[in-house]
Every structure is written in C-alpha cells, then in structure tokens.
C-alpha cells in the first residue's frame, strides 16, 4: 500500500506504469528480498525469479492475509495462491494428519494443506528454490519487547495506527467500500473511513430471515450515525442451496467458518456496487472482543486449584 513512498527512495525514477507490481520490481533489484520487503506494508504473496542467482523466491505477507501454496514433487515445483492452481497429478493424496488437525482446529496450522506434499508457506516468511534445493527464512515475528508508555498513550498510538492503515487501504484504483455487521470492529472501521472519504462510503452488510441470528438493525443504526450509503441483504435458506455447489470452488480446502456462505453472498452482492471492501475482520482477535476469552481465563484459574493427578485423569 505504501509503494508510492518507496518509490521515492529508490534511484530508478524512469517508471512506466503506477502499479505497485512495478515499485516491488525494482525495490527487490535495488534493496535486495529482506530490506525490500522490511519497507512494504499490506498484504502479498510474490513469486520472484532472479535470473542472475537462478533462484526464485516466494514471499508471503507477515500474518498471512494472502495464501501461497507450493509443491515439489518428482523434479517439478509449482506454487499457487489457491490449490484449484495446481494440476489433479500433484494432488493424487489427502493428508490424513491435515484432516485429523481441521476435525480439531476448525483449519490446517501453520505449513499443512489438505493434500500430501502441498505445502502452505507460513506467514512471515520467504521460501528460496534453487532449482534442487527448498531453503524457507523466516524475516518478521511479533515483537516481543514491551512499550513502556501510558494507558492513555496507548489508547492515542493505537488509534493512530488503526487510522494510518485505513488511509493506506484507500489508496486504491477503484471505489473502495466496507463491510459493515454493526459490531465494534466493522463499525470502528468504517466511521474512521468515512471521516477520511470526500464523499459518502458505500456500506453492506448480511442480515438473516432468522431473527435471533440477525444483527443488520444495528449496522443499520451505525450506517444512519456515520451518514454512508447503505446497502442490506437478506441471507435465507434459497440461498443456503443456491451457494453449496460453488462453495468448494471457492474454498478449495476444509474451511471451519460458519460465516462463510454468508461472506460469499456479501460479497457476490457487493461486487454489484463496489470491486473493494474494507473488513473489521481480526479486531476481536486483537482486542479480545469474544466473552470466550474471558470464560477460558476463569475455567484455567478454577482448573488450576485442582490437584494435578486429578486434571490428567480427567483429560485422559
């Protein structure tokens, strides 16, 4: 998303195009893998070829946002962002490990994917191939210092942060619009984009025929407060059916999110008005916005008191 600036930064000037693709070229040419991609901020999966070193590189964003699949098998390596990419010869086997972690997890951790010899690239890292060998370097994690600042300090920095990143993601080619349930997450996001837009956003949220599960009244309010233009669905079980055939084609692997067959009428809907959409997804993870965070921490804290024979004979 910050391309732009990086461009200033390097000696090349003679750009042909406005593309990010572009900046990311010749960033890698000038800087190098690990100092280029230290300067870039959103989301990417790269495939790379130096045709000097005759190496390729594949890089993946630092909390995996963009998928990146890669396989090598009898002298051949492919790589993908989605597992549809790869040919039925490469994917001849179901892991049983992968299916034994989603009937746990709800997904497949880390490096695993649903096929034998399918590997995900994990988050964070870069994976070179020289042809023979498969070397993968790990070039960002959490920081694990502590920030010595105030409460009130924080609450300001974290709201600078959150604001930064939602101007970043305005950048675009294209009108940019936002999913909006009416929680805290999606709401945050789309008030701070409307206070950064010249113009009215363009909202859109899922609301359902079942009224204990239908929370589109309060994106409704939220939308009516924020003054954007608001767009609702109603998700019914028509389309339950009408979305199932196509929904391994979309995710092509196990996939444990319940809301998933409404994202994709949200988004198929969506992409009537807009090609872009913000999304609050991730802020309860961060914020600990789930009562079952809370719950976890008081179940561990009475488990705890029990004597230690007694937890294993219990788990056993």
């Known amino acids: 998303y910050n391309h732009l600036e990086i461009r200033k930064d390097l000696k090349h000037k003679s750009f042909k195009t406005s593309s990010d693709t572009e900046t990311i070229l010749w960033a890698f040419a000038e800087l190098g893998v690990e100092k280029a ?3 870039f901020i959103g989301m990417f999966a790269i495939g790379l070829f130096d045709k000097i070193e005759n190496k ?5 964003d630092r909390v995996g ?3 990146l699949y890669y ?5 051949e390596f492919v790589f993908s962002s989605e597992l549809k990419g790869f040919a039925e010869h490469l994917k001849n ?3 049983n490990k992968s299916l034994i972690q989603f009937m746990t997890l709800g997904y497949t951790p880390k490096n695993s994917s649903y096929y034998e010899n399918i590997s995900k690239l994990e988050a964070g890292n870069y994976l070179i191939f020289d042809g023979q060998n498969i070397e993968i370097e790990r070039y960002w994690d959490l920081p694990t210092q502590k920030i010595d600042i105030s409460y009130q300090d924080a609450v300001i920095e974290t709201e600078r942060l959150i604001r930064s990143s939602i101007k970043y993601r ?5 009108e940019v619009g936002s999913f909006l349930s009416g929680g ?6 789309s008030a701070i984009m409307q206070e950064e837009s010249n113009k009215k956003i363009k909202t859109f949220s ?4 079942d009224k204990e599960y239908d929370e589109s009244i309060y994106a409704k309010e939220v939308a009516k407060y924020i003054d954007s233009e608001h767009f609702e669905y109603k998700f019914g079980i028509n389309d339950v059916f009408n979305l199932i055939d196509s929904f391994d084609n979309y995710y092509d692997e196990p996939f444990g999110d319940a809301s998933s067959l409404p994202m994709m009428l949200l988004c198929k809907k969506t992409k009537e008005q807009v090609s872009v959409a913000l999304s609050g997804d991730g802020g309860d993870e961060l914020f600990l916005g789930y009562d079952r965070y809370f719950l976890t921490n008081n179940y561990f804290n009475k488990f705890q008191k029990i004597p230690k024979i007694l937890r294993e004979i219990g788990s056993f």
């Open 37 to 39: 991609i230290s300067k």
């Open 56 to 60: 390729l590189y594949l890089i993946r």
């Open 65 to 67: 946002i963009k998928p």
């Open 71 to 75: 396989t090598f098998q009898n002298g």
């Open 93 to 95: 086997k179901v892991s």
């Open 170 to 174: 305005l950048l675009a080619d294209v």
């Open 184 to 189: 805290v997450d999606s709401s945050l996001v």
């Open 206 to 209: 899922i609301g359902f025929e």
